[in-house]
T-cell receptor
Framework: DTGVSQNPRHKITKRGQNVTFRCDPI?????LYWYRQTLGQGPEFLTY????????KSRLLSDRFSAERPKGSFSTLEIQRTEQGDSAMYLC???????????FGQGTRLTVV | AQSVAQPEDQVNVAEGNPLTVKCTYS??????LFWYVQYPNRGLQFLLK??????LVKGSYGFEAEFNKSQTSFHLKKPSALVSDSALYFC?????????????FGTGTRLKVLA
């Protein structure tokens, strides 16, 4: 499978715990995006990497959220001190150029209890 | 600031009939426009895009979309709907001139094709 891969697919965690998600983009794609989607809503932008550089972050992104892409390949998204409001589907996407559109993984569904 | 509006939460259409899912956008420069489809508990699947050129673009599964610059619209169409087209459809826009990298998505339109 040469698509965008996300792990885990599901995560249930207790409020206050830290969680980390991983995204493996399509191999030749240097652009990587994280989005969050809640029920009934469209995907909401979180952050963008070009190679290993984080070039854009949503102003709505809490400082409990951090993302890395250390070698310009896979990326991780960490949420510290999770809250119930963090429960959502976290989507990763990659692209090779802006005009190609972004290709999405299947997402990680986070449930904070 | 860029934005996307999908004015219909749900569209119902009979199988075999033509379908249209509406999208309007707002950007300060020239847009890149996209349609995605989402099936339950799945990620978004790319359908088609408009970058430049011909206003009518064709995509996957028989879908097409018409770019209208004066109306700032990018409506998704299909001549003959299938029950299997029932899903959630998202329109997205990316500005090309403002220095932002993100794609902005609409709130989605649920398409229901009735047998």
């Amino acid at each position: 499978d040469t698509g965008v891969s996300q792990n885990p697919r599901h995560k249930i965690t207790k409020r206050g715990q830290n969680v980390t998600f991983r995204c493996d983009p399509i191999s030749e794609h240097n652009r990587l995006y994280w989005y969050r989607q809640t029920l009934g809503q469209g995907p909401e932008f979180l952050t963008y990497f070009q190679n290993e550089a984080q070039l854009e972050k949503s102003r709505l992104l809490s400082d409990r959220f951090s993302a890395e892409r250390p070698k310009g390949s896979f990326s991780t998204l960490e949420i510290q001190r999770t809250e119930q409001g963090d429960s959502a589907m976290y989507l990763c996407a990659s692209s090779i150029s802006p005009g190609d559109g972004a290709f999405f993984g299947q997402g990680t569904r986070l449930t904070v209890v | 600031a860029q934005s996307v509006a999908q004015p219909e939460d749900q569209v119902n259409v009979a199988e075999g009939n033509p379908l249209t899912v509406k999208c309007t956008y707002s950007v300060s420069g020239n847009p890149y426009l996209f349609w995605y489809v989402q099936y339950p508990n799945r990620g978004l699947q790319f359908l088609l895009k408009y970058i430049t050129g011909d206003n009518l673009v064709k995509g996957s599964y028989g879908f097409e979309a018409e770019f209208n610059k004066s109306q700032t619209s990018f409506h998704l169409k299909k001549p003959s709907a299938l029950v299997s087209d029932s899903a959630l459809y998202f329109c997205a826009v990316r500005e090309t001139t403002s220095g932002t990298y993100k794609y902005i998505f609409g709130t989605g339109t649920r398409l229901k094709v009735l047998a």
